[in-house]
């Protein structure tokens, strides 16, 4: 009964250690969250690979596109590899 009353209070301290270098709980698959720098120029990166191959597949198609059609190409290339990217790697925390 005494074992059963203090296996919740137990559980909380075996988690208290934390990373030294971002403080978060040190559990055994610990991995520090990368630096917001680091996952801006992540998305930002997918966002322009994205944008580029949308505005080549214009070109291959059309050889003098309008700039609107060129612009919406661009635009879906990088709203799907942002998806194509979330669903290999998940959202980006
Ligand atoms: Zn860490």
Do not use: N, Y
């Not at 059609?69 to 635009?75: M, T, V």
């Amino acid at each position: 009964m005494v074992e059963l009353l203090t296996f919740g209070l137990r559980l909380p301290r075996q988690l208290m250690a934390t990373c030294p270098k971002c403080l978060g709980p040190l559990t055994d698959d610990h991995k520090c969250p990368r630096g917001p720098l680091r996952r801006v120029s992540d998305a930002l990166a997918t966002t322009a690979i994205g944008a580029l191959s949308g505005w080549v597949l214009v070109l291959m198609i059309d050889d003098r596109p309008a700039g609107a059609l060129i612009l919406a190409a661009a635009a879906l290339g990088a709203v799907l590899a942002s998806a194509v990217r979330q669903a290999i790697h998940g959202p980006i925390r």
